[in-house]
């Protein structure tokens, strides 16, 4: 007498899952999506906050509480911090300030990344350790020190001290992260290529076999 041990299979010819089984699964899929759902609300629910908080007028400040919602649409919010509080002079300034410190850091960054290890020469473990040592310097005790540079060097009331500052600060993790980086690299794919030139190439001439250079 034949036993059948073969586990039962489903419609689609899938074997059926144990209702264990099947239960553990469910319950960490909905553990899953209550942690996501549960994200979003963190991230997303400041943004709509902030949101609604800059639609409200100035009665809704003074009289209602800080959660409710705008008893009347101000649209004109932005048209008067637009022009008023003069937002598009600061986004034109932080505009250039940002863009070329980027630049700067990603070009410097990628060559001392680049020199340090790809390259060999002496000291630079130790270059790479006075990088490192840049990231673990407080911003706030840079901040009198540079006003003081900045205002000597007369760069005070202009974009420069920004753009230094914003690529000075940058740097030192930009390097670390491009050095990692290259850490990863193969090095045959540093070197360059043997040279492969054909046969045909090679300069053609008269050859004089020996016996031929002996009579004459």
Same mark, same amino acid.
């Given at each position: 007498?034949? &036993? ?15 209702? %264990? ?14 942690? !996501?759902?549960?994200? %979003? *609300?963190?991230? !997303?629910?400041?943004?709509?906050? +902030? #949101?609604?908080? $800059?639609?409200?007028? =100035?009665?809704?400040?003074?009289? =209602? ?23 598009? %002079? ?7 300030? *940002? !863009? ?5 850091? %990603? ?10 290890? &790809? ?16 990231? +673990? &310097? /407080?911003?706030?005790? &840079?901040?009198?020190?540079? #006003? ?27 390097? #670390? ?7 990863? !690299? ?19 001439? /008269?050859?004089? $076999? ?7």
């Amino acid at each position: 007498m034949a &036993i059948d041990t073969l586990p039962k299979t489903t419609g689609r010819g899938r074997p059926e899952q144990p209702p %264990l089984r099947a239960a553990r699964k469910a319950g960490g899929r909905l553990w899953l999506r209550l942690a !996501v759902a549960l994200l %979003l *609300v963190i991230e !997303v629910y400041p943004l709509i906050w +902030m #949101f609604l908080t $800059s639609l409200k007028s =100035n009665s809704d400040y003074l009289d =209602n509480s800080t959660w409710s919602l705008p008893t009347t649409w101000e649209w004109g919010n932005y048209t008067e911090a637009w022009t008023t509080g003069n937002i598009g %002079l600061y986004v034109k300034n932080s505009l250039l300030a *940002v !863009v070329p410190a980027l630049a700067l850091i %990603l070009l410097l960054g990628t060559a001392a990344g680049l020199a340090l290890q &790809i390259m060999v020469w002496k000291g630079r473990g130790l270059t790479l350790l006075v990088f490192l040592a840049g990231m +673990m &310097i /407080p911003p706030q005790m &840079i901040l009198l020190p540079l #006003f003081t540079l900045y205002f000597q060097t007369g760069l005070s009331g202009t974009l420069w001290p920004l753009i230094l500052t914003y690529t000075g600060t940058g740097l030192p993790l930009t390097v #670390f992260m491009m050095a990692t980086y290259y850490r990863t !690299v193969p090095a045959s794919s540093s070197k360059p290529p043997p040279s492969t030139a054909p046969a045909s190439s090679a300069p053609s001439g /008269p050859s004089v $076999s020996p016996s031929c250079a002996t009579h004459s």
